[in-house]
């Protein structure tokens, strides 16, 4: 059942998503080659807890980092700890904050210094097919639409969706109906209503869409070695048109 959210809790959604730019913001300031993602992730949940908020993700399911930081060819769930970033990699940092009672969640990926041109092809696709997806998320359209804008420009561009993790509907809970696919055929599924809220993350890899489990039972790695991307924004469904909660905020140190 997708739970819709009246106009004053889109409001307090909000709230929990300017704390997690800002959150998101400050780790981008830090990225650099030689800081580790363990770092990164204490700076993310000093910055969160000395706001009010709290990591969505410390301790979910047993998770113990307050971000994921998955680089490279990692798609999605890596645990934070002693891996320094390098000059040309790529970082994934994805982030979830609780603020009374609601949920944000966003994800980016940075590059460390100059990378390569298919990373930056990459990086730059992954993010145009989640604004293409956004304009998607207004009354009137339904969810094959938003998962179909996803496709069209990331296989337009000759790279690969992720099939078997999927977007979601988000609010008390952090994972809620509906589960939003990166792809599929436009003007199917549920019709999208005001007062829903959608996380929409599409996840991109430069070579095929198979992923495998890691060892530690909770990083995500394209199977091919291929790097891989991830952009994520919380989305509210209004009767105005799409309203990102978790919006795009200049880095910071
Ligand atoms: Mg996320
Ligand atoms: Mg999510």
Known sequence: MIVKKSAAEIDRMAAAGAILVRALALVEGKVRPGVTTGELDAAAERFIRSQGGEPAFKGYRGFPGSLCTSPNSMVVHGIPGSYALQRGDIISVDCGVILDGWVAD?????????????????????????????????????????????????????????????????????????QIPNYGPPDRGPALEEGMVLAVE??????????????????????????????????????????????WHEATD
């Not at 966003?106 to 304009?135: H, I």
Request: proline letters at 6%.
């Open 106 to 178: 966003a994800a980016r990926t940075f590059a460390v210094g100059p990378v390569s041109p298919v990373a930056r092809k990459l990086l730059d696709t992954t993010k145009a097919s989640l604004m293409d997806a956004v304009q998607q998320c207004r009354p009137g359209n339904r969810l094959g639409d938003v998962s179909h804008a996803v496709q069209a420009r990331v296989e337009g561009d000759g790279l690969s969706v992720v099939r078997s993790l999927v977007g979601h509907g988000i609010g008390r809970d952090m994972h809620e109906d509906p």
């Open 202 to 247: 599409p996840m991109v890899t430069a070579g095929r869409h198979a992923v495998r489990m890691g060892d530690d039972h909770w990083a995500i790695y394209s199977q091919d070695g291929s790097l891989a991307a991830h952009f994520e924004f919380t989305i509210a469904v209004t009767a105005e048109g799409p309203r990102v909660l978790t919006p």
